[in-house]
């Protein structure tokens, strides 16, 4: 019997107003142990299909199923119980300033009770181990780096060892390095932890050197979808200048503007 | 002025007001949704604890302080007036009924909301728009449980015992400048003031002024915050928010809770 | 500043709350003066209460010797009822 994929997205509309909606017929389905990207410009609604995968938001048509769950009609409690199965890195990591490195990545561990203190102080050194920054323990979230910062945070949303994780922006502000970490790190986690990931970016180059598969969006919707190489030769003339960073073509250079010799207040020729 | 302009802005006028009317009931339902959420903060009380400490214990040189200036300002402004009835003696009943009664709790208050209640909401705010409360959701803790209700409940806490302290701090600082500067005679300063000023009427009722305001105070702090626009700009905003409702909130409930109090048949 | 830190200071600022309320209860209100000894009850009618409240002091030759316990108003006499506590 064929597994059921981890994430489905099934005709799937999402507007905050009924006037203008954001998400369009999105068709999707991400099978386990791949690492998906979903990508496109700013304001596709890239963000709000990831939103709407967390179950932070519900779809105004369509159905979104996540680990065999309709989102949608799920409670409170069950939505929770969904999300301890899931760890998403927030853009700028979201790390708790309040805490140090140690304490937020055993947050979760703690919050969800019942482990002794040795047993949580292993799995955080565990988990920062992982991702290289066991020494930096006791450093606080304002003494580290944009990339060590990033880092910490993915240490803490693989504390429970979820079976999907989310990326939102990556590889936003990354120095060339910590993006290779990070590349590496996703990739490396994904299959050591048999997990799922599911990346939101609009960073074309690196993440189609990491992921099995791409869902490309425009304008709320899915306008192609594939493996890098088809995505990379696509004839499609958006994900063409996109994925080449042509500086003008299906999105023009231009903002919409009247007549220049007009702004110039020039006699028309 | 055209009609047209004239309904348009009584139109405006009348969105203000319920959305303002319906900003209060969405505050509410935050509240009973917080209440019924407190079991964290008080089952892990070490939360609420070190919430007593930012919003009590760091207010406590600004209330100190304070207190002792309005002690003494009551203590030469009361003396100047008293003495021209030639009941200077009264000092005491003065300075004691004034800070019990009204100033404790109502200054207090005020310098609460701006010191501890502003702090309160850029802190809540400033985790809103950095995504902190967003990551607790996902990683299925509730940022109200966990954020919001250990704040409310060090701020509850907090808000009676600082306006004790203010009123106490009044008192010594009206002594210090009635007896010791100017000379008033300390039997009868400290004999007339037990005289006049009652436990029940006067310090319990002073007691639960204090704690109407703290209820008020933290949760518009921690509702600001909790409902600001996440960014830089909203945070401000919603700091500035704090502090003005408060300040209105507190002395619009004084005036309510003095005239249910202090006024009509006395027992 | 860690989690004992926090309790010491919580627990002086708890402490000195406290010490301002019974500062307040016993120095500056009337706390002090309610007395446990045997009293015996007075009961007097005045033709006016003027400023008289439950609880105020009653006095003789300028001690206090005793506290209003209650004040009423008689329906048939038309005069106010005071009944005191006096040790």
Known sequence: MPQEPIVEIRNVSFGYEAARPVLRDIDLAIERGAVVGIMGQSGCGKTTLLRIIMGALAPTRGEARVLGHATAELERDGLYAMRRKMGMLFQFGALFTDMSVFENVAFPMREHGGLPEEVIHDLVMLKLQAVGLRGAAHLRPTELSGGMARRVALARSIALDPQLILYDEPFTGLDPISFGVIVRLIRELNDSLGATSVIVTHDVQEALGVVDYVYFMAAGRVIAKGTPDEIRSSPEPFVNQFVNGKPDGPVPFHYPAPDYRADLELAPA | MSLATLRARIERLGAAMSSHVWRIGYASRFLFYMLVHSGTALKRFHLTIAEIYFAGVLSLIIILVSGLFVGMVLGLQGYETLQRFGASESLGVLVALSLVRELGPVVAGLLFASRAGSAITAEIGLMKATEQLSAMEMMAVDPVARVVAPRFWGGVISMPLLAALFSAMGVFGGYLVGVQLIGVDAGAFWSQMQAAVDLRNDILNGVYKSIVFGIAVTWIAVFEGYDAVPTAEGVSRATTRTVVTSSLAILALDFVLTALMFTGTEK | ?87
């Open chain 3, 1 to 87: 500043m860690n989690r004992s830190t926090i309790d010491l200071w919580v627990g002086v600022f708890v402490v000195m709350g406290f010490v301002a309320l019974i500062f307040l209860a016993l120095r500056v209100g009337n706390l002090a003066s309610f007395s446990t000894g045997q009293t015996y009850k007075i009961e007097a009618k005045f033709g006016n209460i003027g400023g008289l409240k439950v609880r105020g002091p009653v006095k003789s030759a300028g001690v206090v010797v005793g506290r209003v316990v209650d004040v009423r108003f008689d329906n048939e006499s038309y005069e106010a009822v005071v009944l005191m506590d006096i040790e």
